[in-house]
């Protein structure tokens, strides 16, 4: 399974011919982003939380429910898809913390977004515990 993340200003741009899922991260309040209509695009989910990797007083941090709802929402498209694309502001923490933790449960390896990302270890760590909790499978 190909899994990218990116930016928002990639996101709104972005264009594939393959089936695929999109997930995409904004903070709190944050204005939404418009993404160009794909046939392609199998499901859309938007989660809301801060890029913090700990508790902060009037900030959303990234919980146990988020990463069921993402877990979930894969799930429910994995047999029809052959891309999954996360999306946060700037592509590179948030983002990648999911990407790289789905990459790992999918494909068994996540090295690709230690290289050119900085995932957020809360986001990467929450999921794979919780698939771990659930026994999520593929």
């Known amino acids: 399974m190909k899994i990218i993340n990116i930016s ?10 393959v089936p695929y899922i999109h997930i995409s991260i904004r903070s709190p309040k944050a204005d939404p982003i418009t993404l160009q209509q794909n046939k392609y695009c199998k499901g859309y989910l938007t989660q809301n939380f801060h890029d913090i990797d700990k ?3 009037n900030y959303k941090t ?3 429910i988020n990463a069921i709802v993402i877990l979930d929402f894969v799930k429910l498209f994995i047999e029809e898809i052959e891309l999954i694309v996360v999306n946060c502001e700037a592509g590179v923490s948030r983002s990648a913390g999911i ?3 789905l990459s790992k449960l999918i494909n068994g390896d996540d090295s690709a977004y230690f290289k050119h990302s900085l995932p957020n270890m809360l986001v990467y760590r929450t999921i794979l515990n919780v698939a771990n909790d659930i026994n999520w499978r593929r």
């Not at 928002?8 to 011919?17: K, L, Q, S, W």
Request: charged share 45%; net charge negative.
């Open 55 to 57: 508790e902060y007083k």
């Open 99 to 101: 990407a790289g933790a």
């Open 8 to 17: 928002e200003r990639e996101a709104e741009i972005f264009d594939t011919d």
């Open 62 to 64: 990234f919980t146990r």
